[in-house]
């Protein structure tokens, strides 16, 4: 496993899948939109350092970097 993927897997880890934080998930539902939200942030809104742009721009995906705002009025549009 690469540095980079254990180094997520470990972020993850330690924001979710334990008990002994706040943010433990009680319902999988819950579970798999805060692990959908942390990727999403990642790729799309975070800048990284060796990149100097998020993954998601580096790739293709998308043709700018993402704010906060615009991800609220994704959210907003698609929850009925």
Known sequence: M????ERRAEVL???RFTRLTNAFSKKLEN???????HFFVYNFITRHQTLRMP???KA???DHVW???ELVELIDRRTP
């Open 2 to 5: 690469s540095r980079v993927t």
């Open 13 to 15: 880890r330690n924001r």
């Open 31 to 37: 579970l798999e939109h805060s692990v959908a939200l």
């Open 55 to 57: 993954p998601a721009l």
């Open 60 to 62: 293709h995906v998308t």
């Open 67 to 69: 704010s906060f705002e």
